[in-house]
């Protein structure tokens, strides 16, 4: 469960972050950088569809300036896994809702814009 988020910080059970981070399977991988910056591409969450989740919840910053590639779209589609796409705001209320109803589901989160 994430406890909190705010423009460049969220905070998970109890510790803050300070940098872009992803979540699955109870794993929490912080520093997560994207190699074309604002836009997701497969490498970029290669763990998270190594582990088949069955929901990525994508927290596209405060103003939603991340973007995911069509192409990872794509894969995500092919390997039946679902993608939301919201503010980080919105993101971290999702991501917990589904927690909350058992659902198998990671998460990468843009914390600033």
């Excluded at 300070?18 to 794993?27: A, V």
């Excluded at 990525?56 to 794509?74: F, N, P």
């Amino acid at each position: 469960m994430i406890d909190k988020y705010s423009f460049g910080k969220i905070s998970i059970q109890g510790i803050d972050y300070t940098e872009d981070l992803k979540i699955f399977r109870g794993n929490i991988v912080p520093g997560w950088w994207r190699k074309k910056g604002h836009r997701i591409s497969e490498p970029d969450v290669l763990d998270i569809l190594l582990a088949k989740p069955a929901v990525l919840v994508v927290g596209k910053g405060k103003l939603g300036l991340l973007r995911v590639d069509q192409e990872l779209k794509t894969r995500l589609e092919q390997e039946n896994i679902e993608l939301i796409e919201l503010s980080t705001s919105k993101a971290v209320h999702e991501f917990n809702r589904l927690i909350n109803e058992g659902v198998d589901v990671a998460g990468g989160f843009h914390l600033g814009c």
